[in-house]
């Protein structure tokens, strides 16, 4: 039996088989958890029952989390308890994430972002506590980057959302842990998926990872599922409001490798 036996598990953000949710659903699903997805508009409707058939599910709800009107009618709709939730969501306009800092920074660029890359989280929340709270143990787990802490090339006005994102796993775990609810964030290393290759030459960050993170390689959606799905199961019953990172080490470095990065 699977260490999320019996859990029900609310998955955001499957996009794609390359989606970070994608790989939380396998693990999850591998664990013995039932699962529910949510996608973010219609055109994805269809790909999206797909990869819930895969994972024995046919629980698939609109949430585009820019709509207030749409993330509670999802809870709605679930209506049941739930044991987890799972935040997989990030944008921001291009011009934000390339290039110049301030060139692209803009009162509307930094508004979307955050909307959709931050508040959506506690938002999401929000909207769960009352079915989390009929649920057992339940927990909440977001995707965040090494960009919230540290400055690199492209990574920009994320890199603001990515740090406010943090705050918030903080705040919700201060909030809902006297409720008996957890709340953590996953600070995954770079990983090509369909919303990393908004970012500004992010073949580059890939290939500066893989040199320098001591394990020397990047690393894949399914280390993030497997770390994602012990987050959220009862193993991890004491941990709460923290930043764990699956990055193949690189946040611990200062200078990773002594050879240089090839060019
Ligand atoms: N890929 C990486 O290198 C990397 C590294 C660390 C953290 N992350 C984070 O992982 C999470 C998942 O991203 P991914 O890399 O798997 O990319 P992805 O493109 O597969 O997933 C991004 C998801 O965000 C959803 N989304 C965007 N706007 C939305 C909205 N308004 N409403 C609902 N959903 C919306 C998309 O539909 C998509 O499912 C993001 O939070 C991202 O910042 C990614």
Redesign the pocket.
């Known amino acids: 039996m699977g260490f999320l036996a019996d859990k029900r598990i609310l998955i955001?953000?499957?996009?794609?088989k390359?989606?970070?949710?994608?790989g939380i659903a396998r693990a999850c699903h591998r664990e013995g958890a039932q699962l529910a997805f949510?996608?973010?508009?219609e055109r994805?409707k269809d790909r999206l029952a797909k990869f819930a058939k895969e994972f024995d599910s046919t629980l698939i709800y609109p949430?585009?989390?820019?709509?207030d009107a749409?993330i509670e009618r999802l809870f709605a709709e679930l209506g049941e308890h739930w044991d987890g939730l799972e935040?997989?969501?990030?944008?921001a306009p291009s011009e934000a994430i390339e290039g110049d800092f301030l060139d692209g920074i803009s009162r509307d660029a930094f508004r979307i972002a955050h909307d959709?890359?931050s508040y959506?989280y506690p938002a999401l929340a929000k909207a769960a506590r009352p079915l989390l709270l009929k649920g057992r143990n339940p927990a909440l787990l977001?995707?965040?980057?090494?960009g919230a802490e540290r400055t690199m090339p492209n990574y920009n006005t994320?890199g603001l959302a990515?740090a406010s994102?943090e705050a918030a796993t903080r705040y919700l775990a201060f909030c809902l842990g006297p409720q008996g609810i957890r709340a953590n964030a996953?600070?995954?290393?770079?990983?090509?998926?369909?919303?990393?290759s908004g970012?500004g030459n992010?073949s580059r960050?890939l290939a500066y990872n893989a040199h320098n993170a001591p394990l020397r390689r990047n690393i894949t959606?399914d280390e993030v599922g497997n770390a994602a799905a012990f987050m959220l199961s009862d193993l991890a019953s004491g941990i709460t409001g923290e930043i764990m990172y699956v990055d193949g080490g690189l946040n611990t470095t200062a200078l990773g490798n002594a050879d240089p990065l090839p060019a």
């Open positions: 955001t953000g499957v996009l794609s390359h989606s970070i949710a994608y949510t996608y973010q508009n994805f949430c585009d989390v820019a709509e749409e935040h997989s969501i990030a944008y959709v890359s959506s977001a995707l965040s980057y090494l994320m990515k994102l996953i600070s995954a290393g770079p990983i090509k998926t369909l919303a990393a970012i992010f960050l959606i």
